[in-house]
T-cell receptor, first 113, second 116 residues
């Protein structure tokens, strides 16, 4: 699976959009981009994933560049409860294989009141 | 409600003792996973299982053992051979084997193990 690079920490004002970047310059054509977050002392929570098109769900939006070498997770209106470590993960989806996720160090997002 | 449960939430063990961490899921998922997390670090995979009665080693399997006798259960035993067992342990499950395009992992609340 391709390696990802994320900034170690970011701050965001409550109510503003939080934009979390991720670089994955060695991504392959069959690798998806996944985002999870982990609130302190809890299990990680799935947020969103995508292949090459931008994706949006009730939690966030995922913007993937045309060359797929980087992506941005957008939380449109950050709240204090969004304070967490956000992990960007790149992995292959292969039929018949329950591939494990490889978690890096992530980005600590702190939403400030 | 469907989900994953882990017990206990906190566990203390004396050095040299084996201890078993419980993980149960009622999501009807085929695949289950165990991760370890140390302070300020990401998750590292210990073991995973794609189907009942089958499991594979992850990146840091030494000093750990698992079993998968039932689809719903994937207990992890931390043995005395694990040199530095104090950590936060997370169990996860996913639809796994037959789903190729959407394989979200659902995580339990974790067990914090401290060796005294």
């Amino acid at each position: 699976d391709a390696k990802t690079t994320q900034p170690p920490s970011m701050d965001c004002a409550e109510g503003r959009a939080a934009n979390l970047p991720c670089n994955h310059s060695t991504i392959s054509g069959n690798e998806y981009v996944y985002w999870y977050r982990q609130i302190h002392s809890q299990g990680p929570q799935y947020i969103i994933h995508g292949l090459k098109n931008n994706e949006t769900n009730e939690m966030a939006s995922l913007i993937i560049t045309e060359d797929r070498k980087s992506s941005t997770l957008i939380l449109p209106h950050a709240t204090l409860r969004d304070t967490a470590v956000y992990y960007c993960i790149v992995r292959v989806i292969t039929s018949g294989s329950a591939r494990q996720l490889t978690f890096g160090s992530g980005t600590q997002l702190t939403v400030l009141p | 409600d469907g989900g994953i449960t882990q017990s206990p939430k906190y566990l203390f063990r004396k050095e040299g003792q084996n201890v078993t961490l419980s993980c149960e899921q009622n999501l009807n998922h085929d695949a289950m996973y165990w991760y370890r997390q140390d302070p300020g670090q990401g998750l590292r995979l210990i073991y995973y299982s794609q189907i009942v009665n089958d499991f594979q080693k992850g990146d840091i399997a030494e000093g750990y053992s698992v079993s998968r006798e039932k689809k719903e259960s994937f207990p992890l035993t931390v043995t005395s051979a694990q040199k530095n067992p104090t950590a936060f342990y997370l169990c996860a499950s996913s639809r796994g084997v037959l789903i190729s395009s959407y394989n979200e992992q659902f995580f339990g609340p974790g067990t914090r193990l401290t060796v005294l």
